[in-house]
T-cell receptor, first 114, second 112 residues
Framework: DAGITQSPRHKVTETGTPVTLRCHQT?????MYWYRQDPGHGLRLIHY???????DKGEVSDGYSVSRSKTEDFLLTLESATSSQTSVYFC?????????????FGQGTRLTVV | GEDVEQSLFLSVREGDSSVINCTYT??????LYWYKQEPGAGLQLLTY?????DMKQDQRLTVLLNKKDKHLSLRIADTQTGDSAIYFC????????????FGQGTELSVKP
């Protein structure tokens, strides 16, 4: 298994509070991604990073921010959590952005906003 | 709207073949992927195919690609109860900056 660790694995938080999810990799891969998984929608890209301090938005980025201060860590922050952000969040890593490069996924973080 | 479409559920009997279907929209050079997600787990890459291929076979898995109709299928031969999972089709194209775009996922249920 690729060395990807997501933390926490489960979290319950209150509406309006900030929340930070962490993705840590030991593969030294350049690309890192945050997805959310919701029934009927599959996985949707929130943000991704193509290097330290280099990030870009995905298709559902509103309400989320990210930071990547070092290669191994990619943080996803919900600035003020809402119930619509209740979801399962997956981090993925990829050695490069070329089309035939495999992406490896973490185990997921289940976030509930009450 | 979604760029990749899948039916949501499929139920088969153990030992039968399963066929999971997917349609995509981007006609630029594309890699198409099949991922498997078991309950409570992340996604595991099963196989992938480049859009200039028609078919790829890997043990019990056969991927068929119809480029004209932008239709992709995953056939699992001799389906086992351990194959019960959600299967995601995904495309990766140059027009999307090399990002994976996923379908909704097909939940495969294998009955003994």
């Amino acid at each position: 298994d690729a060395g990807i660790t997501q933390s926490p694995r489960h979290k319950v938080t209150e509406t309006g509070t900030p929340v930070t999810l962490r993705c840590h990799q030991t593969e030294n891969h350049r690309y890192m991604y945050w997805y959310r998984q919701d029934p009927g929608h599959g996985l949707r890209l929130i943000h991704y990073s193509y290097g330290v301090k280099d990030t870009d938005k995905g298709e559902v980025s509103d309400g989320y921010s990210v930071s990547r201060s070092k290669t191994e860590d990619f943080l996803l922050t919900l600035e003020s959590a809402t119930s619509s952000q209740t979801s399962v969040y997956f981090c993925a890593i990829s050695e490069s952005g070329t089309l035939n490069t495999e992406a490896f996924f973490g185990q997921g973080t289940r976030l509930t906003v009450v | 709207g979604e760029d990749v479409e899948q039916s949501l559920f499929l139920s088969v009997r153990e030992g039968d073949s399963s066929v999971i279907n997917c349609t995509y929209t981007d006609s630029s050079s594309t890699y198409l992927y099949w991922y498997k997600q078991e309950p409570g787990a992340g996604l595991q890459l099963l196989t992938y195919i480049f859009s200039n291929m028609d078919m790829k076979q890997d043990q019990r898995l056969t991927v068929l690609l119809n480029k004209k109709d932008k239709h992709l299928s995953l056939r699992i031969a001799d389906t086992q109860t351990g194959d019960s999972a959600i299967y995601f089709c995904a495309e990766k194209t140059g027009s999307q900056g090399g990002k994976l775009i996923f379908g909704q996922g097909t939940e495969l249920s294998v009955k003994p």
